[in-house]
């Protein structure tokens, strides 16, 4: 009986919001690979920014919808509208709803039947730990300086009592497990991102020139990477885009080229012809390391996040335990000393392949379904 319940189950996924595609589209794209016939639920579906990877037939979106504009402008409305539209679906048709959730899809409402996993990439950061942050960078306007800690009262109340609601927590590395402990009191099991090691391969020579894949944000510190590369007069390529670009320009150096954006199908021969990716941020995972990895390439990184978790120090990468210039050129120089195995790197990467995430997570809902219909039963009786 059991079997037939596990084969016939019908599924939803949840997404947050379709505006872009990021290392959060990926992992809900393996998902829809895994569930073809599932539906995916998302506040607002920007269909340009995401037609060619997503299946837009798939998408129920919500009533933000269909505000003029409202995809390219989410950031801007007003916090109230999205745990409302958030509650207002009806998922009493199906077995098991998987969230993929960084802000507020794990607050959907579900009845006893259904089994809601959260595979959650962070607790809501602008509710939590950069809520000061938030604050003071996204407005200086005085108004919004007044009204923005009230309104996050708000949401933070309400993202603690949403966070209760999934029956299972599944996050992306152990140092994410820790913040959804510390805000939200659940323990999380951890299942990492897919990383789709196929589409790289391994190159023998390389061109010279260091490298950094990302979004151009403060965070990111890639000002640091450029500062570490201009002083020791090393070759840097970096490929991105975001608010930090003019700010990276001046600061560039000779050797520095800021590629702006690189399409997906160009990066595989962009860190084929690295030394090394630099990587001095502090992120929850950072997929980029894994992808230099499968390249054959080491990352150096800041010595924090998920990079303390994916990169092992001296075999498939150098990790660096400050977060300045003078650390990452000595990252740069250490492994500069180093004699890398390419092929070694790789394989280490390939632990965390496209594969491995989707018997992970198979294995998960098959497991935690069973759990839930054992408990059911039990109460039922």
Known sequence: MMYFILNQMRVALVHDYLTHFGGAERVLLALMELYPNAPVYTLVHDKENTSLKIDSRRIRT??????????????????????????????????????????????????????????????????????HRYVREFSQSPSFQKVA????????????????????YVT?????ARRIEKYYRRPAKVIYPPVDVKRFAVQSQNDGYYLV??????????????????????????????????????????????????????LPSLYAGAKALLFPQEEDFGITPLEAAASGKPTIAFDAGGASETIINGKTGILVPDQTT?????????????????LAIRRHAQTYDRE???????????????SHEYARGKALR
């Open 62 to 131: 919500s009533f933000l919808q269909k505000i003029p504009g409202a995809a390219r402008a989410h950031r801007y409305w007003p916090l109230a509208l999205m745990p409302t539209a958030t509650e207002q679906w009806d998922f009493s048709d199906f077995d098991v709803v998987i969230s993929t959730s960084h802000s507020f899809s794990k607050g959907i409402i579900t009845g006893p039947k259904t089994l809601h996993i959260s595979y959650c990439f962070t607790p809501t950061r602008y509710a939590w730990d950069d809520s």
């Open 356 to 370: 491995t995430f989707l018997h992970a997570m198979e294995t998960l809902v098959h497991n935690e379904m069973i």
């Open 213 to 266: 894949v990302s979004r151009l944000v403060p965070y990111k510190r890639i000002d640091i990477a450029i500062e570490a590369c201009k002083q020791l007069g090393r070759r840097l390529r970096i490929a991105g885009v975001g608010p930090e670009l003019e700010a990276l320009k001046k600061l560039a150096g000779e050797e520095t080229e800021l590629l702006g954006f690189v399409p997906d199908e160009k």
């Open 149 to 168: 800690p009230v309104a996050l009262s708000y949401i933070r109340l309400w993202d603690y009592y949403a966070s209760q609601r999934p029956d299972v």
């Open 326 to 342: 003078e650390a990452l050129m000595q990252g740069i120089l250490q492994s500069e000393d180093t004699t890398w195995d390419p």
């Open 172 to 176: 992306i590395s152990h140092y994410v």
